[in-house]
Nanobody, 125 residues
Framework: QVQLVESGGGLVQSGASLGLSCAAS????????MGWFRQAPGQEREFVAG????????QYTDSVKGRFTIRRDNAKNTVYLQMNSLMPEDTAVYYC??????????????????WGQGTQVTVSS
């Protein structure tokens, strides 16, 4: 069983920065692929960023490339999402997720085994 707890959401103005954290339980965090997803009202949950188990490989959806950075600290069982130059269209509930099987593709939400409760990010124009 893996528990994920996100923190760091909030209300910011367009152009601002915000950092999200996701703390994970479990002794084998360093073996998980981790992902960040988001879901806006009335829309499907979408992949935002993913990071390999050792942190060496990252992947981003096109709309956040150059603005968001995912990283992880395996000693602290935590994955982070630094969001810069935020735009109103980034408004959503953000979720972190763990892929214990380390599947080859990170984008499909169905590939992830555990999810956090989500944290709201609201960007005003």
């Amino acid at each position: 069983q893996v528990q994920l707890v996100e923190s760091g959401g909030g209300l910011v103005q367009s152009g601002a920065s915000l950092g999200l954290s996701c703390a994970a339980s479990g002794r084998t965090f360093s073996s998980y692929v981790m992902g960040w997803f988001r879901q806006a009202p009335g829309q499907e949950r979408e992949f935002v960023a993913g990071i390999s188990a050792n942190g060496a490989i990252t992947q981003y959806t096109d709309s956040v490339k150059g603005r968001f950075t995912i990283r992880r600290d395996n000693a602290k069982n935590t994955v982070y999402l630094q969001m810069n130059s935020l735009m109103p269209e980034d408004t959503a509930v953000y979720y972190c997720a763990a892929d214990l099987q380390r599947l080859a593709t990170w984008v499909p939400w169905s590939n992830y085994d555990y999810w956090g409760q989500g944290t709201q990010v609201t960007v005003s124009s």
